[in-house]
């Protein structure tokens, strides 16, 4: 018998349920349930040259990978049992409420209202919002000069993109894509006149497409990088805390940093203070 195309979806979309309970849960994980049983899942960018990305080779590199493994080092799990899955900015506080990864390190900011879903260590970065233009443009310098109808692209379920609603809406056409990378090929095809989030990220595609694009203007944000995890489970937080500290205190920190944005031109910045709420 010949299925029809709607038949056919409908098993798919069947068969997808199934393989998402059996590999995610319902039920918020424990880090250091999941550190002590040898294994962890963590939540990280796949897209962001600099801070998170999944290598042609399937390898993955970035300032958010180092302090990815450095946390689960301390915590007694080699990097060879971590497994990465990607967390789209909209999708990280339901990954971690789901027990989908045990800690999110994605370019995360930690904010109230995601505080009422998830808590957070660190920060272990600070960063600040800005704008990525395509190299040639000389209109826009900053976010004063997006207004007269500018098509800025920013991506759903982030911090900038709500800034962008929350003060700038009347000047500006804003487009939400899942991803900043789709952002950027949207700029370099001229489907958007400007790209905004975090500065460091921006960097790490400016840096990858040397030539093309270009970071405008002073940070207009405070954006504090946390590692998020599930809500109350205090024990992990502290240690994640500690590993954090540890992680400035010996160096390692600053190494990572140089080895992975630092090579974009960013400039090291100061080393932030872990607060422990
Ligand atoms: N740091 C911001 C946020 O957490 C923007 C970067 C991102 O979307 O990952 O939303």
Excluded: H
């Excluded at 971690?96 to 800690?103: F, R």
Aim: glycine share 10%; net charge negative; charged share 25%.
């Amino acid at each position: 018998m010949k299925l029809s195309r709607s038949i056919r979806l409908g098993i798919g979309a069947v068969a997808v349920a199934v393989v998402a309970t059996a590999c995610g849960g319902d039920e918020t994980r424990s880090v250091s349930q999941s550190a002590e049983n040898g294994t962890l899942t963590v939540g990280i960018k796949f897209d962001q040259p600099g801070l998170g990305l999944r290598n042609p080779d399937g390898s993955f590199s970035g300032f958010d990978v180092e302090v990815a493994k450095y946390v689960a080092e301390q915590l007694g799990v080699p990097e060879e049992n971590i497994e990465f899955k990607e967390a789209p900015s909209a999708q990280r506080e339901t990954l971690i409420q789901n027990g989908e990864v045990d800690y999110v390190v994605a370019t995360y900011s930690i904010t109230d209202s995601r505080k009422e879903k998830v808590d957070f260590a660190g920060p272990y970065f600070v960063a600040g919002q800005s704008l990525l233009v395509r190299a040639d443009d000389t209109e826009i310098t900053g976010p004063d000069s997006l207004s007269g109808g500018k098509r800025l692209c920013s991506v759903a379920g982030s911090t900038p993109a709500q800034n962008v609603k929350d003060n700038y809406a009347q000047d500006v056409q804003l487009q939400e894509f899942d991803t900043y990378s789709l952002c950027v090929e949207a700029l370099r095809n001229g489907a958007v006149d400007a790209v905004t989030t975090d500065d460091i990220i921006l960097a790490g595609y400016a840096a990858q497409s040397p030539g093309d694009f270009k970071v405008v203007g002073e940070p207009f944000t405070t954006e504090r990088y946390g590692i998020g995890l599930a809500k109350g489970d205090d024990e992990s937080r502290n240690a994640i805390n500690d590993a954090i500290d540890e992680m400035i205190a010996s160096g390692a920190w600053e190494t990572a940093f140089q080895e992975t944005v630092g090579v974009s031109g960013y400039e090291l910045p100061e080393q932030p203070t872990v607060d422990r709420y």
